[in-house]
């Protein structure tokens, strides 16, 4: 999948991914979400992004986590 929305740029946050034309890390989305902060939580503290930005945010996650090994235990 395409990630129009996603950035990573070793001169933006250290390379870590961003929403594009922002230094929000898509992690800080992720853990606003997974904390039960809304949508409307997230747009109202960051009045910049998009409910697109935050679906890509997920999406990116969601692709990114099933193209990894994951180990548990």
Known sequence: M???R???DPE???GKPV???TRIPVDMVLRKLGA???EADILEDHPHLTREDIH????FAADFIAHEELIFG
């Open 12 to 14: 933006i946050m250290g």
């Open 56 to 59: 890509a945010a997920q999406a």
């Open 36 to 38: 039960g902060l809304s």
């Open 2 to 4: 395409k990630h129009d």
């Open 19 to 21: 929403i594009r034309g």
């Open 6 to 8: 996603i950035a990573m």
